[in-house]
Structure formats: C-alpha cells, structure tokens
C-alpha cells in the first residue's frame, strides 16, 4: 500500500514539473524579439587644399618714426602752434620760442662788427702808407712790422664777430622749432609762457606709417623676414625685420602693414604669423586617433570601419595635413569612439560632413 502512495505521488511530480516547463516555454516565446544595436557615425573624404599653421602674439603698434621735440637753448616758450592729434606736413611751424635775448645780442654784434670793419679799414689804411714808407726806407721794419700786426689783430676780431653773428643767427632758427617729418602731435608736455629747459621735451611727433613689434622665443619653426601676419582672417602685412637686440630676453620682430591700421600709437592688437604651410590631404583634427604606434584615421570601406596609420604633415586648430591620403570616408568623433569603431555592430554612416576651409 505505502509503495503505490510513493509511485502516485512521483507520477504528480513528474506531471507538475512538466506542466510548469511548458508553461515557462510559452512565456519565453512570447516575449517581443530584440532589436539589433546600432550606433551612428559622422563622416567626411579627405580634401586637397593648401593648409596654414598660424601662432598667434601680442603686438604693438608703433609709429615708423618718433620725435620728441625740444629746445637746444634754454628760452621761454612764446607759442605752441599744434594740438594733440593735429596732423603736421614737414617744416611746419610746432613752437616759437622768445627770440628777444638772442636779437638784441645779434643787434649788439652787429654793432661791433660796423665799428671793427671801420677799425679794420683805418689799419689797413695805416697799413698800406707803412708799406710805401717800408718800401723807399723811411721807416724801420720794426714800425712796418707793428702795423702789419694791428690790422691782422683787427681782422681778426671782425672774423670772431662775423662767425658770432652767423652762430647767433643759428640759434634764432632753433628757436623756431619745425615738423621734422610729416606726423602727427602725440602728447603736448609744455605750453605758452612755460620755461623751456635743454632738451626738454616740448611735445611728440610721430610719423603717419606704422609698424608692428612682437616678441618671440625661437622654437623648432622660426620666426623670420618674408612670413605673412593676419590680424583675424585678414593678411594685413609681413615680417620685415628681426631685431639684433633682445628685450626682456626675448627675440624682436618688426612687421610693416600693407595698409594703415585703426589703432592708436602704442597700443596692443593680437596677430597670428603663419609659421608654415603646405599643400596636401586635409582633414579635421576630430579624425585622427593618436596611439601608442602612431596616428591613425578610421577609413570606411566595405560596411566596416578599418584603422589606417597616416604621417602628420601639419597640423593647425583645426585640420591636420596626412599622408597617405585616403579615399574613402573617414569617421569624424571623439578618440575614444574612434577607437572602438571596428568593435561596433550595425553602423549607420551618416551623410559626409563639409568642414570649411
């Protein structure tokens, strides 16, 4: 009896195991299928182009000349005839100094110059009566002699006194004080009424054209004459000059604009100077994956994405110059992304995206 209660409980077992089975078997069935991953991908082909590389520095805008114009004497100022700004043509009148003390010293050595030309000729009267009387010896050479000396030590003297006049007629011109260039005013230091010590500046003058100066430190691309500078996406002139001396231990370019700049004397402008340039096969920096081996961009061919080693040629902030140049698409994104390409699944490659120049 107890054998066939144990067979009757193992048949129910058995049965409910497989009730439970087949039940589990209809649910799995009807769960929905799984869709396949996919992930997207941006694309664009290689172009041929002529690629810059730019560094940027911070320049100063300079006048190609500079005056500081000053007095060679002490002298009162009379009249200052520019302003700050005021555009001057060459030997335009600046300042006029006070001219009294040095003409009424010009009248008094004109005065003495009169009464030594009279001087002169009374001993050179005197002088050519001695020489008759030397002459038929009826004077002494001694007397002959001392005559000669007066009149050579009054011609003298009106010499001394004609060279002071004309060194007195010099320095009245300094008093007029001229536009040594065509410029214009920078600063106004001293005005009218105001004394004017030697080589003191009165005011500034700086020329109409200008020029750029920038420091550099030299690297494994240098800077040097010839290289053109941009001021934003605009060529504005070229490096004409390195400086021999160093400022700040820093190396001195010059760079002369094609065309004058709206900025003030002395004032700071960012430039870019292009350091090198190519022709070649370009694309965006987001293509390329840097590795331990070397650089590589992932090319798109025959529905899979392969990993291709290329040579930097250059390389600016925003596209790199390769070699070799591909001719499939190549997959734009992050390196991290680039890296596992290969791995993804289905792919969707979208249409090739146009970077600007």
């Given at each position: 009896m107890k054998k066939i209660i144990l067979t009757v409980v193992a048949i129910l077992v058995i049965v409910s195991a497989g009730l439970f089975l087949k039940k589990q078997k209809e649910s799995v069935a009807n769960l929905p299928t799984a869709k396949e991953?996919?992930?997207?991908?941006?694309?664009?082909?290689?172009?041929?182009?002529?690629?810059?590389q730019k560094k940027e520095f911070l320049a100063q805008v300079l006048s190609s000349k500079s005056a500081n114009i000053a007095t060679k004497?002490?002298?009162?100022?009379?009249?200052?005839?520019?302003?700050?700004n005021d555009k001057v043509k060459k030997d335009q009148l600046l300042v006029a100094l006070d001219d009294r003390e040095?003409?009424?010293?010009?009248?008094?050595?004109?005065?003495?110059?009169?009464?030594?030309?009279?001087?002169?000729a009374n001993a050179k009267d005197v002088l050519e009566r001695k020489k008759k009387l030397y002459e038929i010896e009826a004077i002494s050479k001694e007397a002959f002699n001392t005559s000669r000396a007066i009149y050579q030590t009054r011609l003298s003297a009106l010499k001394a006194t004609e060279e002071k006049i004309n060194q007195t007629k010099v320095q009245l011109q300094y008093l007029n004080i001229t536009a040594p260039f065509n410029g214009v005013v920078g600063s106004k230091l001293l005005d009218a009424g105001s004394l004017a010590p030697a080589s003191k500046v009165i005011l500034t003058l700086n020329s109409?054209?200008?020029?750029?100066?920038?420091?550099?430190?030299?690297?494994?691309?240098?800077?040097?004459?010839?290289?053109?500078v941009f001021l934003g996406k605009k060529e504005i002139g070229e490096v004409t000059k390195?400086?021999?001396?160093?400022?700040?231990?820093?190396?001195?370019?010059?760079?002369?604009?094609s065309h004058p700049l709206p900025f003030v004397n002395k004032?700071?402008?960012?430039?870019?100077?292009?350091?090198?340039?190519?022709?070649?096969?370009?694309?965006?920096?987001?293509?390329?994956?840097?590795?331990?081996?070397?650089?590589?961009?992932?090319?798109?061919?025959?529905?899979?994405?392969?990993?291709?080693?290329?040579?930097?040629?250059?390389?600016?902030?925003?596209?790199?110059?390769?070699?070799p140049c591909p001719k499939e698409p190549v997959a734009l994104a992050s390196e991290a992304k680039l890296s596992?390409?290969?791995?993804?699944?289905?792919?969707?490659?979208?249409?090739?995206?146009?970077y600007e120049k």
């Open positions: 991953y996919s992930k997207s991908i941006d694309i664009t082909l290689a172009k041929k182009e002529q690629l810059s004497f002490v002298a009162r100022i009379k009249k200052v005839y520019v302003e700050e040095i003409l009424a010293t010009l009248s008094s050595l004109k005065e003495q110059k009169k009464s030594l030309q009279l001087d002169v109409d054209d200008q020029k750029l100066n920038f420091m550099f430190s030299q690297n494994d691309k240098p800077i040097v004459k010839g290289q053109k390195i400086y021999d001396d160093a400022r700040n231990t820093l190396l001195v370019a010059e760079v002369k604009p004032s700071y402008i960012n430039i870019k100077v292009e350091i090198d340039n190519t022709d070649g096969c370009t694309l965006p920096l987001n293509a390329l994956l840097h590795k331990q081996e070397g650089t590589f961009i992932m090319v798109y061919k025959g529905g899979k994405f392969h990993p291709l080693k290329v040579d930097v040629v250059l390389e600016n902030d925003k596209k790199a110059a390769i070699a596992i390409l290969p791995t993804y699944g289905k792919i969707i490659v979208n249409e090739p995206y146009k």
